[in-house]
């Protein structure tokens, strides 16, 4: 494959622009970068709640199933990220996608209905699975905003979608195998009732 990048610095960002793959270049502000960059932290999230889950699979072995489906959407992610870069160039396909709704159904079968809203809580693990999917929303916001000027051929609106369903549903499952209750939602009528 040889060598993607011979230096880091090139000096040419400078001036607050920044190159796209097709040579062109755009402000670092411009929407398409925005995308691009929250998509880029979306994947940092991501690995960080992999490297997390990764050392908490040693005490709850059932959580290398949520590894395993998880990982491969930082592949995914990047892909995506190619394909902002690159206005021209597909990468995801409908299979990814139909993937992730797969997966979403198998784990909300274990889980069961939701009755209340939940906080984002309980484990180090669960907080960084609700903050992947905080992200992931954030992506597709940039995103759908980039659609509105440029329009985007591909399907990564929707893979971001459902990745943000999968997350939420990953929080769920990791907090349930690492035995947790769920942190419910009390508004703020039910918290004064309980105080009198």
Known sequence: MGYRLSKIYTRTGDTGQTGLADGSRVDKDHPRIEAIGDVDELNSQLGLLLAELAQQSVQHLSLKEVITVLAPCQHRL?????????????????????????????????LGPLENFILPGGSHAVALAHVCRSQARRAERRCQTLNRHEPLLGLGLAYLNRL????????RLIGRRQGLAEILWQPAAHQEASRD
Request: aromatic share 10%; charged share 25%.
């Open 78 to 110: 990047f892909d995506l990220g190619g394909e902002l870069a690159m206005p021209d160039y597909r990468a995801l396909t409908t299979h990814e996608v139909e993937s992730l709704e797969q997966i979403i159904d198998i784990w909300n079968e274990e």
């Open 164 to 171: 943000s369903d999968l997350l939420f549903v990953a929080a």
